[in-house]
């Protein structure tokens, strides 16, 4: 008779692990979700708060800035205060800021709620992430990160449809105010079940600290601001690449050279967590471009309202949750980066699908490559979770999947940043040369300009299909240059190692029942 396999003991041992594991996801859930569900609300939150499109601008840069500089904060503040402390904080902070954000009566207020937001919500998926890969042993991991993983993906699908349907049924403050009775359950589930850690102490390295937000807050403006500033003809653009630069170097040096440093750097001599890095990066790069693509396209050049488009996005979650699960099975069966080279390639074939979208095509293109697409997410998704972390010692746990957090957070920038750029460059290009192909002796042209009385009545509505036409084929370049990166990435999966043997224990971090 076969012996059973042998299950690996967790770094942390939790009474309810079923339960805890409930209550992570449900704060989880709701900090991704508010990522996105506000994004369709700034029209009328616009209108509501008297602010202009650039000012209005700054209830999403605050959140970003804000999140990006306190992710690197959570490994420390989880040492120093406790992670359950921390997490129980985190949630009340976010949920508290979230009802402020509600009834907020002019933009200062909301962007200050919304900074208050950022900092609180930046906390709580590393710290979630961290948990569930200490409560549950190396076998499990597969299916603890599908889990987690469903819960991160499930806010950027669900929430332009759900904060859509929020404000046309109620109004922009209900996207705000949903979160509480969510922020509410989560934390009575979380104090009833989060255990207590062990604290830490750890002089705060105020220094490698604001080098390292410097770096990081200046990229962000960057991004976010590059587009509208003309990129690099702006002298305000050259200054933030200036201080990210500066910033990144002299925090390198820094932890390098400094006794105590505010993040080791030990931990980036594991070549699995580096190479997750990467591999993250260009996820984010290629997944929340398109679906920061998506909408516009559907609403402005298909005509399809909110509500339908949210509809047709659907399949792509369906398919990264149904995949999820299915992944979390085989993560230790076969070999994850088998698993990760499959779902890159079914993100590839899918971006190559959309390549092929046409303004007068019927759905089903898009929720064929949608599907696809989700299934190749979650394919990706779970074991690059699992393999980032499996050869790191638990004590570098919270800092790398806060770096983690950080990576794709600034892929996800940076990704939206070039397509948005690339859109617009391309969108000038296209309509040039739509335009130089038309001529007035066209036969076409001639017997459509007949018609209608004549070329000086048809020449606004000519210059409107042109302009429709080349926004659709600068859609169709995005998705061409998102499809190469995905393809690109294929060669780095090749650097994972597959997890050997138990994960290294810290017992400093091991949490007590």
Known sequence: ??????????????????????????????????????????????????????EINWVLTSYIVAAAIATPLTGWFADRFGRRNLLLFAVVGF????????????LVQMVLFRIMQGVCGAMLVPLAQATMMDINPREKLGQAMALFGAGIMFGPIIGPTLGGWLTETFSWRAVFIVNLPV????????????????IKIRKFDFFGFGMLALAVASTQMLLDRGQGLGWFESPEIWLYLGLAISGLWVFIVHCLTAGNPFMDMGMFKDRNL????????????????????????????????????????????????VSMIIVGRLVGVLDSRILIIFGTLLMGYSLYMMTEFDIVMSTTPIIVSGLIQGIGMGFVFVPLNSLAFATIS?????DATAMF????????????SIVTTVLAQMQMVNYAELTDRIT???????????????????????????????????FLDDFKLMMIVTFLSLPIVLLLRPAKGPVKVDPAHAMAE
């Not at 949920?95 to 002019?106: H, M, Q, R």
């Not at 638990?394 to 919270?398: D, M, Q, T």
């Open 95 to 106: 949920t508290s800021a979230s009802l402020l954000c509600g009834v907020a009566g002019n």
């Open 274 to 321: 580096v190479t997750g890095l990467v591999l993250i990066f260009a996820t984010g790069i290629t997944l929340f471009s398109g679906l920061a693509l998506l909408p516009p396209m559907l609403q402005n050049l298909m005509g399809f309202p909110v509500i339908e488009t949210g509809i047709l996005m659907g399949p792509r979650g369906i398919g990264t949750m």
């Open 1 to 54: 008779m076969a012996a059973a396999p042998t299950i690996s003991a967790p770094a942390v041992f939790v009474k309810n692990k079923g339960l805890l594991t409930a209550a992570i996801m449900v704060a989880v859930i709701m900090q991704v979700l508010d990522t996105t569900i506000a994004n369709v609300a700034l029209p009328a939150m616009r209108a509501s708060l008297g602010a202009s499109q650039d």
């Open 440 to 474: 007035l002796d066209s036969a076409p042209l001639r017997d459509f300009a007949s018609a209608n009385g004549g070329f000086a009545n048809i020449a606004s509505s000519i210059s409107g299909l042109i302009s429709q036409q080349a926004a659709m084929l600068a």
């Open 183 to 198: 922020g509410i359950v989560a934390f009575f589930m979380l104090f009833s079940l989060m255990p207590s850690s062990i």
């Open 405 to 416: 957090s950080l990576i794709r957070n600034v892929g996800q920038g940076v990704g939206i």
């Open 394 to 398: 638990s004590k570098y746990r919270v």
